[in-house]
């Protein structure tokens, strides 16, 4: 095998992982290698706080042969240098003898400087980095290098670009299959949904998670509420305030709009963040904010005005793009997208495809934004 077919099989290894147990940490995994090109041990990051990759694979190969010095090691992600919830995996690189070094993407993290210890230490260690390691851990990337969660947008529109009839009636401009793949694929793998008051109280959303079989699962949802409209009496039975065991409910409200002795429903929480005189909110704050709450990876469903404003903050890395198959030809529909002022084309942002199916007669567009 090649070194970078070791580093892919390590990065098989990562991908066991879920998301939910390592809490915004990074995907890592790691195999040591003997002279002979056989897998002594295998590992990979399994729970936040818990043994790295590097560990599990090192244990393993010293349970194999004692003598680690003819050995190589393969990780997918640069290993760590620092104190944290575990000692750092170069301390133990260096005790174990091992003398090659195989890394597949580097540590964004500034705490983290393992290639170079290891490089002064006279170990060789060679950088391989792999999209695929890159894309593993992009929601990781995302959070150590902007301090804001990796942001996708959701969009449903007609093939002439709606999202709802001039009476605002958007049910369902896409079919069950691109509906149950939004549940089943995208809802289930993010730490939150993000949305409006406008856009929860209009369509009467849960923004839960319903896959056929199974009963419905919570999501955290951030509702972006300004003047804390959701609270007033009139919404007392809205779906949004389903009851809750482990997610929770936070509205975004400018400071002071809500009285703080107010009584919220239960698992609900306000969160004060600035607002401009436009009413838009603070992404800054609110970034930080999220991630405060272990916010990591959030979809934004939400309307035209408040996703185009992200996307033209360049707030947002991805886009999910569900084209229903209709054509509504209504003067008075509402655009998926809009712009605040005039633009060339020039000016206009590139996507990249990550990948493209039909769901039915609808079609599902994947899109990276190529500026994050």
């Excluded at 936070?250 to 009584?263: F, G, L, Q």
Aim: aromatic fraction near 8%; include cysteine; proline fraction near 3%.
């Amino acid at each position: 095998m090649t070194p970078e077919e070791y580093v892919l099989f390590a990065l098989s290894l990562a991908q066991k992982a879920n998301h939910k147990d390592i809490k915004g940490n990074p995907f890592v995994g790691a195999i040591v290698v003997d002279e002979k090109g056989a897998v002594i041990g295998t590992g990979y990051h399994k729970i936040w706080g818990s043994k790295h990759a590097e560990v599990y694979a090192i244990e393993e190969a010293l349970a194999h042969t004692p003598d680690l010095t003819k050995c190589s090691l393969y990780v997918t992600l640069e290993p760590c240098s620092h104190h944290g919830k575990t000692p750092p995996c170069t301390d133990l690189i260096v005790q174990s003898g091992i003398k090659k070094v195989f890394v597949g993407s580097l540590d964004p993290n500034p705490k983290v400087s393992g290639f170079e210890l290891l490089k002064q230490k006279g170990i060789d260690i060679q950088l391989i980095e792999l999209k695929e390691a890159l894309e593993l851990n992009k929601v990781f990337f995302t959070h150590q290098k902007k301090q804001k969660p990796f942001v996708a947008v959701k969009i449903a529109a007609t093939i002439d670009g709606k999202i709802a009839d001039h009476a605002g009636t958007s049910k369902w401009i896409t079919n069950e299959q691109s509906r149950a793949y939004l549940h089943a694929h995208i809802r289930n793998q993010v730490d939150a949904i993000v949305s409006t008051a406008k856009t929860v109280i209009e369509d009467q959303a849960t923004l839960n998670c319903r896959i056929a079989g199974k009963e419905a699962a919570e999501i955290n949802a951030v509702i972006i509420d300004r003047t804390g409209s959701l609270l007033q009496a009139t919404n007392n039975g809205h779906p949004i305030f389903y009851k809750r065991s482990h997610t929770q409910l936070y509205i975004v409200t400018a400071p002071s709009a809500v009285d703080k002795n107010v009584a919220l429903p239960s698992h609900t929480s306000i969160v004060e963040i600035d607002f401009n005189s436009k009413g838009q909110v603070n992404l800054e704050m609110l970034g930080k904010k999220l991630l405060s709450l272990e916010m990591y990876n959030v979809l934004v469903e939400a309307g035209a005005m408040f996703s185009s404003f992200l996307l033209e903050q360049n707030w947002a890395n991805e886009l999910h793009y569900f084209m229903g198959s209709k054509l509504l030809l209504d003067a008075g529909g509402l655009h998926a997208f809009f712009g605040t002022d005039h633009k060339n084309l020039t000016d206009s942002k590139n996507l990249s495809v990550i990948s493209a199916q039909t769901l039915g007669n609808d079609i599902y567009l994947h899109y990276a934004i190529d500026s994050l």
